[in-house]
């Protein structure tokens, strides 16, 4: 486990640093995930894709976090579908890297409005097993790319 958290805080930080000074990083290949892993992706564009903030919460632990750029965390299923009612739209993600052990583990990606698009942004789930074997989103931190000028 602690090598998985050393690989995800590397990737966090990369990632960040890089979006901080408005330098993209060039396209990272995506990865095919686990069919319970990827389960969360798909089940998570669907619900954003139907603006449907009570199946979105849903995908979360009870004591996850949205962690969104420019605003305080949100915890807890409550509030995740409070801070999500009324948004959504088109989304497709996809994986870059992931890692499991255990009951614990982490997607990172990209998203986009359009299929097969350019990535807008990135992302990083952090996931819990729950009591049923199903993943569950733990944290969920995304940023829009910057593209130099």
Excluded: H
Aim: include cysteine; aromatic fraction near 10%.
């Amino acid at each position: 486990m602690q090598r998985i958290l050393v690989m995800f805080f590397i990737l966090a930080c990369v990632t960040s640093v890089a979006g901080q000074q408005g330098i993209t990083l060039p396209s990272e290949p995506s990865v095919t995930l686990p069919p319970e892993l990827a389960r969360v992706l798909r089940d998570y564009e669907a619900a954003w894709t139907a603006k449907d903030a009570t199946r979105l919460a849903k995908l979360f632990a009870e004591d996850g976090y949205v962690l969104p750029a420019g605003s305080p965390p949100v915890r807890g299923r409550a509030g995740v579908e409070t801070f999500y009612t009324g948004k959504g739209g088109p989304l497709f993600l996809r994986a870059i890297a992931y890692a499991s052990e255990g009951k614990v583990g982490y997607i990172i990606g990209g998203y986009s409005g359009a299929a097969g698009g350019p990535d807008d942004g990135k992302f990083t789930l952090t996931l819990a097993k729950g009591s049923d074997g199903r993943w569950l989103i733990m944290s969920d931190m995304d940023n829009a790319n910057r593209r130099r000028r």
